[in-house]
């Protein structure tokens, strides 16, 4: 038999990071599953570019995580080109 727990988001819905958790009863072992980091889905606004721009130019960096739900928040705000030409992640 094999059974499966899934652990994650933080109780708002949000699965950033979330994991399932898989073992075989036979076998007594566990196999973790990582989901992919969401793709950045945003246009950067000319605002953004600037900005990201301005950022490069003083050789800021983003440090963050992949299933944080406001690193995400932020890049989406940046937009896809400005994440991709200016802000090193």
Known sequence: AAL???TGGDGSGNTFGSTLVASSASTNTKELVLK???QISTTSSPRALTLGYDLQQLNARMYGAYWCSHCYEQKQKLGAE???QYVPY
Do not use: L
């Open 82 to 84: 400005v994440m991709k």
């Open 36 to 38: 992919a980091p969401p």
């Open 4 to 6: 499966a727990s899934y």
